[in-house]
């Protein structure tokens, strides 16, 4: 899930995990295809694809899936793959706002099938610029806290480039200029601290706070987008506090 903010956590059943570690194989799948389709199949010679494969395995990508998409995405099977990406943008319950970022071989079914998603389950489609601007695009590394403070932590990625650390509950989220994020990473690397994803994202300039009813609609909204197979991230401004997300828990 993208967003990761402190709602991220309000449904565990074992259907919706597994569905979600099987839409993250399919997105790390395609970043494979995209970067061989862009700069061939010899990682030595792309960056781009070394970089893509490299997160596909640290995400138990297995190498089967990796080796094959590698080959169709560089034409190696005689398959045609041609990824476009689109940014929609829509409104959800009590003014919040979402950012959906889709990779398609096909736009009009991107199109049709977000624009449904949207309005059948209570959001509306917004005019392009009417939401983005409420979002910036960062660098963004994830890991788990672990034994780690912030104060450790901010030790290791401050010279990288890092412009701060957020608290997300049972992780921590640096965040840093685009430009900046290899460094940060490569800083983690080199302190043997573990990370779970290093990824460009869209992460809003100020939070909605929703109420319980407001919550429950906005979590039908985001997930029914968040399981389109053209739909690789969606970032979103809506904020759940601990007492909204204990009604929700309660609900479940």
Known sequence: MSGHSKWATTKHKK???????AKA??????????AARAGGADMSGNPALELAVSKAKKNS??????DR???RGAGLTGEVVDYTEI???ARGPQGSALLIECLTDNKNRAASEVRVGITRNGGTV????????LFNRQGVVRLPKGELTEDDLLMTVLDAGADEILDEDENFAIVSDPSDLRAVAAALDEADIAYESDEMEFLPSMKVELDVD????????FDA?????????????????DEVRAALDEEQ
Request: no cysteine; charged share 25%.
């Open 15 to 21: 259907a919706a995990i597994d569905a979600k570690r």
């Open 25 to 34: 194989f399919a997105k790390f799948i395609k970043g494979i295809e995209v």
């Open 61 to 66: 990508v297995p190498v089967n899936n990796i």
């Open 69 to 71: 998409a590698i080959k």
């Open 87 to 89: 940014i929609y943008e």
């Open 126 to 133: 917004a005019d392009p610029g009417s939401v983005a601007y």
């Open 214 to 221: 407001g919550a429950r609609k906005f979590l039908k909204l």
């Open 225 to 241: 987008l968040e399981e389109l197979d053209d739909v690789q991230n969606v970032y979103t401004n809506a904020d759940l506090s």
